[in-house]
């Protein structure tokens, strides 16, 4: 008997105290972390089209297109097809595609989900937090990437 | 007959090769442990002597696979008392005529793990109690990881013979029982699993899980990635209810062993840290389902319990940028050292292992000192030691039964040897016992965590590398083999590779310990009552991802 | 304390609206159409109560006691959650099984929703609130909360759902084996107020008990016997299938019991019913344990309605912090131990009762 008077003063503590941990999500944006992993965005000044997000994607969401003389054409990305692992991130030589800390996206159908260069160019940065920027600290971390050949195609 | 080759003691690959003698056909040696090749009509007869004279009573893992000239069943055998000493026994069957004696009857476990053999790579064995398909449905056509199969082919089964495991009302005229599918959509089956039970009114006499809904080729998929960076996503995957870099650690543990890549020690020191963070997160989920599995609602307890499982969340998107799909370890180390500015992270997490004694007295309160709860879960899903061996039962399930297994001190790695904590048992061998286990789980974790902190306060500032010098492309030997495991939240994940040259693994099999707790489900929940059978369900905490890979 | 009761007062509430509106000058049909008149206010009283506590009372109490915000988009505090639940509700699609029993599958949302409603007509709520107060009221409303269990093993077995069966057994099985306890110890206070009249029993309560520092405790028999509320209570709970004791429904268990294969308008009144049951426990509790609509300042019907609330609040805080008891544990509680627990409280109210009616009994 006296742990379910123990039980029910627990719960009866925590509704009188009146907090919540729950918040009201699109009133109030949540704080993400510097490093979150969200939509991409990519940069065609910076691209050397060296095509190595495309290789290490686990998930071939990332889908180059080439002309005969290695100008860049076409750069998509299926959005509802990535896993957030940050390979193409990590293994960029110039940054040239970065994830941003958004989240914030929709579509109605898969092939509102393909983006192209001009629509990851415009993806917007959540709370105006620059990736690049701020992560900055950890950069030498992760372009510290082993020996063996850089195969830039 | 005794050898003195009692538990425990060291065995000598000498003492095992006199053992074995002459049905060894031939040595094959695996990067963890020697292999020995037997004849497929006498795998019973060798793997008891192993049990009984060389005390390898843990059966932890089965693969099988399909080389250009042959089938090959390994057994991974390794001995409760001390997981470092194994030993594989490798089992060829020809091409033509796949068929290999069972060792279920030696093995309990061996029953499902035989069963996914044949399902996916199509070994038959012979004295199997029930081959039948275990992941993929009865009417799929051809074995998928074969060398034979044709991935293009699509699977044509026509509507009529499309087989409905729900379908059949078992009518029964005879009999006083009654036939009740429970899953795949029902509240407390934790994902999609179907379980068929029989029932006597409330009181269960038959159960039979029937898994593979969710299915994902999760090991082909890491078959085709590359070991350096292809494969990390994925473990994160298996067990998804934020266990992730216990997974992650699986695979990085496999194969640095496996390429003989160092991890630069404050990089071990920071994925200890993490990996019991999450240790702490998946314990908490557990803790909140069971409870919602016997309290009925979406109540306090599992609120409770994802709230500061929220607290730890927000450590780890600190830490590895991600809430659940972590992707943080590399081969040879973390993606990341520690967030700047370090103190404040320091802070964060301090505050939250403070928190917690506070949190486990109200967990206390409300669950485990509670009258109805003990009434409910003492002497209910009992499972006697002897028997999780038999079912190759590891973590927390293992533990509540008083099976004193814990790969992170009897199997060392990472930081653990240098840290301060104690595995915890409880004697109960019921669904109490394993909550218990989970709880007091936590505290040893946020013990281990406030070490690693203080370590890594002190950690020199020049000396933080975070990452071993691996190569850009990663091809190991051919030919090469390794299992190697790690204590994942659920208890042991182990990790099959072969390498063939290339730089993708050739085999690559997981060891899910999901997949050996769920099949004592027929043990623990057979005289009982439904409820009891729905708590039993929640104490094992399986993860169906992981199940079913 | 003094509240003026209608405490042996037969003016009830028909009878009031027939000399209001006059139609008592109508004879027979007028007082007919005065008591529907009545009828329908309290009846819309109460659905109004459950139609306030299903989609947001529930769902805000159950928030603060695990730390949400719950329901606040739609109106003030999200009160409007209540219409747009309601439209959501009535708008779904109705799926009947194939096999189901027609007429049971059909009648059994009906028996369980319109047995709670019955039993409201005898209760007296104050400010003259009462449709009918006939001397056997507190049998006719134990009786007609009984009905209730029909209506479950109906629907039960005729959704053609094994899980529903199970819930159905289920629920008749819980029923019978807390009834017996429930009426026994109901009876206690019959041992005390002499009478079946509710509105007797409220009048009995009005009585002082004692007086400390010029407050004047009225002899509610809450009061005067702990033992018999606490009792009740725990029987109430069980009858009317809430925490610890929601056996018949246990979602993780049975999916939902006996209401699995209902849907839209008769879930709706499922639902309901399993509201206006609590609130009918509510209520019973309040006028045979609490005093009725006793209670200083505010009018009757104010306070009776915040002693339903209370004993509401009180089964949402037991669903927040206890667990559910194995069906088998439920039966033996209720056969073992509440109906023998019950029988002991009967034999010591009579004994109390002696004890003050006759004190030369005991010299």
């Not at chain 3, 003026?4 to 009878?15: C, I, Q, V, W």
């Not at chain 3, 049971?104 to 104050?126: E, K, N, R, T």
């Not at chain 3, 009221?137 to 759902?161: D, E, Q, R, T």
Request: charged share 25%; proline share 6%.
């Amino acid at each position: 008997m006296i742990g379910l008077l123990k039980s029910m003063a627990t719960t009866m503590k925590h509704a009188l105290d009146g907090s919540t941990f729950t918040v009201e999500y699109p009133d109030e944006a949540p704080n993400v972390s510097p490093r979150f992993r969200g939509v991409h965005k990519f940069s065609q000044e910076r691209c050397i089209w060296c095509r190595q997000c495309e290789k290490v994607c686990p998930n071939d969401t990332i889908q180059i297109v080439m002309d005969d003389k290695r100008n860049g054409e076409q750069y998509n990305l299926h959005i509802g097809q990535c896993i957030y692992c940050r390979l193409c991130e990590e293994v960029c030589p110039t940054e040239a595609i970065v994830l941003t800390q958004n989240f914030e996206f929709t579509g109605d159908t898969k092939a509102d989900l393909v983006y192209n260069k001009e629509q990851l160019r415009s993806v917007p940065w959540y709370k105006d937090i620059d990736p690049v920027e701020s992560r900055e600290p950890d950069r030498s971390a992760w372009l510290g990437d082993g020996d063996g050949e850089v195969d830039y195609q | 007959m005794s050898t003195g080759l009692e538990n425990g003691l060291e065995v000598s690959e000498d003492d095992l090769e006199t053992l074995i003698g002459d049905r060894a056909l031939d040595r094959e040696d695996h990067v963890n442990a020697p292999g020995f090749v037997v004849r497929p009509d006498q795998v019973q007869e060798v793997l008891t002597d192993l049990r009984d004279e060389a005390g390898f009573d843990h059966l932890s893992c089965l693969t099988a696979q399909q080389y250009e000239n042959r089938y090959e069943s390994i057994y991974h055998l390794k001995k409760y008392a001390d997981p470092t000493q194994e030993v594989s026994v490798v089992v060829p069957t020809a091409v033509d005529e796949p068929v290999s004696q069972s060792a279920a009857p030696v093995f309990r476990t061996a029953d499902w793990h035989e069963r996914e053999a044949y399902d996916l790579v199509g070994i038959e064995y012979d004295d199997h109690p029930d081959l039948r398909r275990i992941l993929l449905p009865d009417t799929w056509q051809g074995h998928p990881l074969s060398l034979e199969y044709d991935q293009e082919q699509p699977q044509v089964v026509t509507l009529s013979e499309h087989e409905n495991p729900v379908q059949p009302d078992h009518h029964d005229t005879e009999s006083d029982t009654m036939f009740l599918n429970i899953g795949p959509h029902h509240p407390a089956t934790h994902g999609v699993l179907h379980v068929k039970a029989v029932l006597d009114g409330e009181t269960v006499v038959d159960v039979d899980p029937d898994i593979g809904y969710l299915h994902r080729c999760e090991e082909q998929m890491c078959q085709s990635g590359t070991y350096r960076h292809q494969i990390m996503p994925y473990p994160d995957r298996w067990d998804y209810v934020s266990a992730g870099l216990l997974n992650e650690w699986a695979y990085a543990r496999a194969a640095e062993d496996l390429a003989d890549i160092e991890v630069p020690e404050y990089a071990q020191v920071i994925r200890t840290m993490s990996a019991e963070l999450c240790r702490i997160a998946a314990h908490m989920l557990a803790l909140g389902t069971f409870a919602l599995d016997v309290f009925g609602d979406f109540t306090a307890v599992f609120q409770y319990a994802f709230r500061d499982r929220e607290v730890v969340q927000d450590i780890l998107e600190d830490l590895t940028g991600q809430r659940l799909m972590f992707n943080y370890f590399r081969l040879g180390g973390v993606a990341w050292d520690l967030p700047e500015p370090r103190e404040e992270f320091f802070e964060k997490t301090r505050e939250f292992l403070d928190d917690l004694p506070a949190k486990a007295e109200e967990y206390h309160n409300l669950i485990t000192a509670n009258e109805i709860f003990q009434v409910r879960c003492v002497d209910t899903g009992i499972l006697e030691p002897e028997v999780a061996k038999q079912y190759g039962c590891t973590g927390p399930v293992a533990r509540g039964s008083g099976v004193d297994y814990d790969l992170r001190r009897d199997d060392p790695y990472g930081y653990y040897p240098e840290l301060e904590w104690n595995v915890v048992t409880e004697d109960g061998m019921d669904n109490y016992s394993r909550v218990l286990v989970r709880m007091q789980e936590v505290k040893e974790s946020a013990k281990i965590i406030e070490q690693c902190i203080d370590v890594l306060e002190e950690w020199p500032e020049d000396d933080r590398e975070i990452q071993a010098n691996v190569p850009r492309t990663l091809k190991p030997d051919a030919d090469t083999e390794v299992y190697r495991a790690v204590e994942a939240a659920k208890g042991e994940l182990g990790i099959y590779m072969r390498a063939d040259g290339t730089d993708t693994p050739a085999r690559f099999k997981i060891r899910s310990p999901c997949f050996h707790n769920l099949s004592t489900l027929a043990e623990m929940a057979q005289g009982e009552y439904i409820p009891d059978l729905i708590a039993s369900l929640g104490s094992l905490d399986i993860v169906l991802g992981e199940v079913d890979r | 304390m003094e509240v003026p009761l209608e405490a042996g007062d037969t003016y009830l509430l028909p009878e009031r609206i027939s000399d209001l509106t006059g139609l008592g000058g109508f004879g027979m049909a007028g007082e007919l159409l005065a008591a529907f008149i009545a009828a329908f206010i309290v009846g819309n009283l109460m659905l109004a109560m459950t139609g306030v506590a299903g989609p947001w009372a529930k769902r805000k109490i159950t928030a603060a006691f695990t730390d949400r915000i719950a329901v606040n988009r739609v109106g003030p505090w999200g009160l409007f959650i209540i219409v747009a639940d309601a439209v959501r509700l009535l708008a779904k699609e109705m799926i009947i099984p194939e096999n189901a029993d027609r007429p049971a599958y059909d009648l059994a949302p009906i028996v369980v929703a319109g047995s709670a409603m019955l039993g409201f007509a005898v209760i007296p709520m104050g400010s003259g609130v009462q449709l009918a107060d006939p001397e056997v009221g507190l049998v006719y409303v134990f009786a007609v909360a009984g009905i209730a269990s029909i209506g479950l093993v109906m629907a039960g077995y005729a959704s053609a759902n094994k899980y529903s069966l199970l819930g159905g057994l289920r629920a008749i099985a819980q029923n019978i084996a807390y009834e017996i306890p429930l009426v026994v110890t109901g009876m206690s206070v019959v041992l005390f107020a002499g009478t079946l009249q509710l509105s007797e029993i409220v009048a009995a309560q009005s009585e002082p008990l004692f007086t400390i520092a010029g407050v004047t405790i009225p002899a509610w028999y809450a009061l005067v016997n702990p033992f018999a509320f606490v009792l009740f209570l725990a029987a109430n709970f069980a009858e009317v299938g809430r925490n610890p004791f929601d056996t018949p429904e246990a979602p993780t268990e049975i999916v939902a019991g006996y209401q699995t294969e209902y849907s839209s308008v008769y879930f709706v009144l499922i639902y309901l019913g399993e509201f206006l049951h609590i609130f009918l426990g509510g209520a019973i509790i309040a006028t045979i344990f609490l005093g009725g609509p006793a209670g200083p300042v505010l009018p009757g019907i104010v306070w009776f309605i915040i002693k339903i609330w209370a004993v509401f609040l009180l089964t949402q805080w037991l669903r927040s912090a206890l667990p559910r008891v194995r069906i088998d544990q439920l039966i033996e509680i209720g056969w073992k131990g509440m109906l023998v627990l019950s029988f002991a409280n009967l034999v010591l109210t009579a004994v109390i009762v002696a004890l003050i009616e006759s004190p030369g009994l005991w010299g």
